[in-house]
């Protein structure tokens, strides 16, 4: 991460923190409010973007249905289809999934939709733990410029920046929000 | 990332390095508990296990590895030596098909530092004579922090035959740079010259290296010995030197056993020494797997980088 984001310049905000946490604060509300009543559901956070969002889905359902929901995270390094041409080693993080995956909802949370080849590494390596009923893909922004057939269910924001501009959220950084970029 | 293209010797790696090392196996954990225990990340990449040297444990071990990480393996069966071609000649035979890593054990020390300087193919040591066997002692390195949850500080009690095993040395090198206390343990016959030098306390009985030792690691001691000068016979070997209850007393009480090599009952370590040690043995070969996996993956993906 630290080596595929340096020396990025800001161009431009599309959310600051208040924005950001009222949508995903909508986000959530409406995935918990429809899957509250699946009994058997999982989340499962992208490494490292989705993680935060993962830890809200999860803890709302709880609240919801009156009991825990389990709660992996995957990382994605081994299953990239550009690992070898990266120019450097992508550090492997740790992928854990210490719940089955056999017929259950999995809702897979991540940070931004762009290409769609990180939730096609994510759904594979999903597939390896166990075949689940369904996989729903809940994400905070969505922005054109897919490679791939995937689409997600559930968005908090679309968001449509220049060519050449990339979208990153920030969750946990001393300023959050959602952000414009250019190299 | 890795400094080398090859893996040939605890000595070459930095502490950084093999923390990596450690780190990255660490995450891997999880996918020997998998529905599949197979990734994809090696796809396309082709090792060749070169061994000229008989070993079970370490060649299944990497055949492991390759296979979980999807890379294709070749078992080198009829060695190419058989037929009188030199180890170069038969490594620039892999390369010229394709071969990425070549996995190579070899009676002579120093023969996979020579392959590694003809071949672009990375080359790890899985053994090399009396040299090293760097995989082993990231094992063993890793095994320990693992179950202790660190290496510093740690007294280490290293028995058997030294002398010949590469894995002893490597451990020595490795446990040493990580900041433990390392006692060496053995007649002298089975002890290379100059080896305090390399920062570790020297003792020709096992009772004192094994004093309040927190980790005993036992290498292998040839059945071969008994017959030629290095001991005057294997029952004297196991009467002074083997690893018993009353020798393991001296340990902490929880101290952690492991062992590099197939086990002698009787000789390095007695049979109920062994039983005990079981369930430290299996860890230990378990995370053989993952290691070499980490390593794999590491090198793998540092090829091709400027």
């Known amino acids: 991460m630290a080596e595929k984001n340096r020396d990025l310049i800001r161009t431009g905000v599309v959310a600051d923190r208040d924005r950001l946490e009222e949508l995903l604060d909508d986000l959530v509300e409406r995935v918990a409010r429809e899957y509250a009543g699946e009994p058997d559901l999982a989340v499962v956070g992208v490494r490292a973007g989705g993680e935060r969002l993962a830890h809200l889905l999860a803890d709302r359902l709880a609240g919801l249905k009156g009991s825990p929901v389990p709660l992996g995270f995957v990382d994605i390094t081994l299953y990239r289809d550009d690992i070898h041409r990266l120019g450097y080693l992508p550090e492997v993080g740790a992928t854990e999934i210490d719940f089955p995956l056999d017929d259950v909802v999995v809702l897979l949370a991540d940070d931004v939709l762009y290409t769609g080849r990180t939730v096609r ?63 | 990332m890795l400094k080398s293209k090859d893996l040939l010797g605890i000595r070459e790696l930095d502490i950084p390095e093999i923390e990596l090392i450690l780190d990255q196996t660490a995450k891997l954990e999880e996918v020997s508990t998998r529905a599949v225990k197979k990734l994809p990340a090696l796809r396309g990449k082709i090792v060749a296990n070169l061994f000229y040297t008989p070993s079970t444990r370490t060649r299944i071990s990497f055949e492991r590895a390759c296979k979980a990480l999807s890379a294709d393996l070749i078992n080198i069966g009829q060695l190419p030596s058989a037929l009188g071609e030199t180890l170069t000649d038969t490594a620039l035979t892999l390369q010229a098909m394709g071969v990425d890593i070549i996995v190579v054990r070899h009676h002579l020390a120093g023969a996979p530092v020579q392959l590694a300087r003809n071949i672009e193919a990375s080359v790890i040591n899985a053994g090399d004579g009396a040299h090293e066997h760097p995989t082993q002692a990231l094992v063993d390195a890793y095994t320990i922090r693992r179950t202790l949850g660190r290496i510093e500080g740690l007294k280490v009690a290293l028995l058997g035959d030294i002398r010949h095993a590469s894995a002893a040395k490597s451990d020595l090198y490795c446990l040493v740079k990580l900041g433990a206390q390392v006692a060496v343990g053995a007649p002298s016959t089975l002890i290379p010259e100059g080896l305090s030098e390399f920062g570790c306390q020297v003792f020709h009985t096992v009772e004192e290296a094994v004093d309040a030792a927190d980790v005993i690691i036992t290498t292998r001691v040839s059945l071969d ?73 590491m090198l793998a993906m540092g090829k091709g980088v400027a």
């Open chain 2, 225 to 297: 010995y008994g017959n030629d000068k290095l001991l005057p016979s294997l029952r004297e070997y196991s009467r002074f030197y083997s690893l018993n209850t009353e020798r393991l007393a001296l340990a902490k009480p929880d101290v952690m056993i492991l062992h590099s090599g197939a086990i002698n009952r009787g000789v390095e370590i007695t049979a109920t020494v062994a039983e005990r040690a079981r369930p430290h043995l299996q860890r230990q070969i378990a995370a053989g797997v993952t290691l070499r996996m980490a390593v794999l993956y």
């Open chain 1, 121 to 183: 590494a994510a759904i594979d390596e999903l597939i390896d733990f166990g075949r689940p009923k369904a996989i729903r893909l809940v994400v905070v922004a969505e922005r054109p410029g897919r490679e791939l057939p995937l689409q997600p269910d559930y968005v908090g924001l679309h968001v449509t920046p220049a060519p050449g501009e990339l979208v990153l959220v920030r969750l946990d950084d001393p300023e959050p929000g959602v952000f414009l970029y250019r190299r």
